[in-house]
Every structure is written in structure tokens, then in C-alpha cells.
């Protein structure tokens, strides 16, 4: 099985004082007029949020959790099937994400792009005062252009919009050991598949996808529209426009709203690719 490491974040660096407030320095309330403060805080939000609501939503983000990416160790032996995979998608960069991530970055950019009604081609954001794009051609173009026709449906989107859709039976087969499938509900409706129950290559292409494609902390089991996304990595002939898909699962992130007074946060993914962008 290939060998896979986490990303991590950057140590930030020590900071030098300077008579003049740095734009992170803490600034004791004590030392400062309360109309000071006020205008200090002004001056922050403006250069680095574009409201002072988003600034309110990154404080909210210093509580959620991290989910980095996966490098992946392509080496020949290891599962040439997978590694074949990867290199036919144009997916090597997707597959070694950067070393490390910067944490504010990551976190201003899903600040400032919170609440942000945006056409879906032309998506964009700010970090520390620069507008950042994360439109799908955008993502596509910094992965190395893997599926360039972005006006154009692949495969895998053409199958999701089909009534009949992939077929469950069709899926179990690819993924599933012999006589293992999805688990049934109490109302006989199949939901979810296990890791255990699948077969060896499907869980190499699992962990890979629940890193770096669409990143969840639960990877015990994946539901119908997850091993519908899994089947179709895994086929040789079927084309995947990982760029929307990594747009979509962005913007849930973006988008969501934390139960309040409740344990339940939401989650940062792509922490890599977004340092990157």
C-alpha cells in the first residue's frame, strides 16, 4: 500500500516588536483609549477582512479542526494500480499536496468567502488584501490543468445526473469483497458501504479520496454518493472533473453553519491546496 503522510502547518515565525503595533500584535486594552481600540480594530478589518462580520466568522474558524491532505509516496511496487491511476488522471499533483500550510492563510480565505453570493465559475475570495480565485479553472489550473474543458460534462457528473444513475449492484461488484454491499437500513433502503468490506485497491483509492478530493474526518464508511465518486476513480475509461468536485466541497465548508451551543464545528479541508492558490 502506498505510504502516506499528512501535511502540516507552518510554524510561524517570532515576530519583532516595533514601537508601531504590528497588524497580529495583542494590544492590552489598558494601555489603549477605548475609542483607540475601537479604531484599531477598525483599521484591522479593513485591511484583512472585507467586513466586520467576516472578521466575527474567522474568530469562529480559530475553533474548527484542520482535515489535511495526504502526500502520497509514489513508488512502483507499492500498488502500481493506484499509482497508474493517479499519473492517467494528470492527478500527481493532487496526489503531493505542499509540505507544509499556512494556517491564517486558510483561515481568511474561508473568513472572507463566507456569505459571499457568487456565480459559480467565478468564485473568489481575499487573503491579507489580495483577491484569490477559486473557480474551477482556477483550482484545475493550479492542479495542472487534469481536466481542462471545464465547460464540458465528465463522465462521472454525466452519471450523477442520469436518472437510473451508477447502478448499486454494478458498484458493490468494483469495490466490494465477495458477498459484502452496502448496509441496509431498517426502511430497506441501502445507505452506506465499510471500509472493511472492500476490497484492498478500493480502500488505497478510499483514503486517498476522503483526504484530498473530498476530506471528512468519519472514514470508516462512505455513503451512496461517496462510493459513486469511489467507483468511478477506480474505473480505467471514466473521466473526473476533480476541480469542481474539490469547488463543491470548498464551499460547504465555506458555507457552514456551526450548531451553537453544541460540540458540533465544522471542519477546514484543503489547507494545502488553498496556501498554494
Known amino acids: 500500500m502506498p505510504r502516506v503522510k499528512h501535511t502540516a502547518p507552518i510554524r510561524p515565525k517570532k515576530r519583532q516588536r516595533t514601537d508601531v503595533p504590528c497588524f497580529n500584535d495583542v494590544i492590552p486594552s489598558q494601555t489603549l483609549e477605548e475609542d483607540q481600540l475601537t479604531n484599531f480594530h477598525k483599521q484591522r478589518t479593513a485591511r484583512r477582512f472585507l467586513n466586520e462580520n467576516k472578521f466575527r466568522r474567522y474568530e469562529e474558524l480559530t475553533q474548527w479542526r484542520f482535515l489535511p491532505e495526504r502526500r502520497v509516496d509514489l513508488k512502483p511496487g507499492d500498488c502500481d494500480a493506484f499509482l497508474m491511476g493517479v499519473l492517467r488522471r494528470n492527478w500527481k499533483k493532487l496526489a503531493e499536496p505542499m509540505w507544509k500550510f499556512d494556517e491564517e492563510i486558510v483561515r481568511d480565505f474561508y ?141 460547504q465548508k465555506v458555507d457552514w453553519e456551526s450548531i451553537r451551543g453544541a460540540e458540533r464545528l465544522g471542519t477546514l479541508g484543503f489547507p494545502a491546496l488553498i496556501t498554494g492558490l
Open 111 to 251: 473568513a472572507n468567502a463566507w456569505a459571499e453570493r457568487q456565480d459559480r465559475n467565478h468564485r473568489k475570495t481575499m487573503v491579507w488584501g489580495r483577491r484569490i480565485s477559486y473557480s474551477p479553472q482556477a483550482i484545475d489550473d493550479f492542479l495542472g490543468n487534469p481536466f481542462p474543458k471545464q465547460e464540458e460534462k465528465c463522465h462521472y457528473q454525466r452519471l450523477c445526473s442520469r436518472k437510473k444513475g451508477f447502478g448499486n449492484r454494478k458498484v458493490v461488484v468494483a469495490l466490494c469483497m465477495p458477498s459484502k454491499g452496502y448496509q441496509i437500513a431498517a426502511c430497506g433502503k441501502e445507505t452506506r458501504i465499510r471500509r472493511g468490506d472492500m476490497r484492498m485497491l478500493s480502500q488505497v483509492w478510499l483514503t486517498f479520496m476522503l483526504a484530498n478530493v473530498v476530506p471528512i474526518g468519519h472514514v470508516s464508511n462512505i455513503n451512496v454518493a461517496r462510493s459513486n465518486l469511489l467507483f468511478s476513480m477506480i474505473q480505467n475509461d471514466y473521466t473526473i472533473n476533480v476541480a469542481r468536485i474539490i469547488l463543491d466541497e470548498i464551499q
